[in-house]
């Protein structure tokens, strides 16, 4: 079954006692003991928690760029554990997008070429028609073709937020995505970031030490000591999204 089409009955994201255990000088460091969630299609979950605790080490489990030691991920009905590098890259073309703190930008690379590069590598053939889009959806339509280096802060994770959502994915993966901004830019994305889940029904898991952000979402998690723990009340207008 190929990466793009897979059948998913019940939850998109299905996460069941994971372990990541790291090596470190003092001897191993258990990072993730036993972590357990599901995400629902559409829903979107805030996942808070101490630092240290394991959220930025979850979230790379789930999008494949760390592996678990034990336990078992499904995301849209694939097996994480039994791909290869080739087959994980794949599917992260075509399921995830991505936007972590750091903005991740190629800095060689204009907005434009940002957003359709991963396109083009997933096959896409109007790549730059649908990156331009996306970056007039996040208001950059008039700096298409500036740098990273020439963009502030904000922008970065504006074209970020272009490109993780640009590939129409599944799931959207948001590792502390105002960490690197001030207050109010830090709201703005936000705000672009949960209409347009909201208008594509994608489903979120963010990553945030901010409660007051997570709880813009339909669920709360809380991560203590590498285990998830239970859900919190959110505000249910947020939790699905129209698409």
Do not use: W
């Not at 590098?85 to 972590?100: K, N, P, Q, S």
């Amino acid at each position: 079954m190929s990466a793009s089409h897979a059948n998913t009955d019940g939850p998109l994201v299905a996460v069941s006692d994971v372990h990541v255990t790291l090596e470190s000088s003092a001897g191993a460091v258990n990072i993730l003991r036993g972590a357990s969630l599901t995400l629902a299609p559409g829903e979107a979950v805030g996942l808070v928690g101490p630092s240290g605790s394991g959220k930025s080490t979850l979230l790379s489990v789930v999008a494949g760029l760390e592996r678990a030691a034990k336990g078992r991920i499904v995301i849209a009905g694939h097996d994480l554990g039994a791909m290869d590098e080739d087959a994980l890259a794949v599917f992260r073309r075509h399921h995830l997008g991505i936007v972590f703190q750091s903005f991740h930008l190629v800095p060689t690379m204009n907005a434009l070429e940002n957003v359709a590069i991963p396109l083009e590598l997933g096959g896409a053939r109007d790549a730059f028609a649908r990156a331009r889009e996306r970056l007039v959806e996040v208001g950059l339509g008039h700096r298409l073709t500036h740098y990273p280096a020439q963009l502030s802060g904000g922008e970065q994770q504006r074209v970020a937020l272009a490109r993780a959502f640009a590939g129409e994915p599944k799931l959207v993966l948001a590792d502390e995505p105002t960490g690197n901004l001030d207050s109010a830019t830090g709201h703005a994305i936000v705000d672009l970031m949960f209409r347009i889940r909201a208008d594509r029904g994608t489903t979120l898991l963010l990553v945030t030490h901010d409660t007051s952000l997570a709880q813009r979402c339909g669920r709360v998690l809380r991560m203590d000591d590498g285990r998830v723990f239970g859900a919190v009340a959110a505000d249910p207008a947020c939790a699905h999204g129209h698409g």
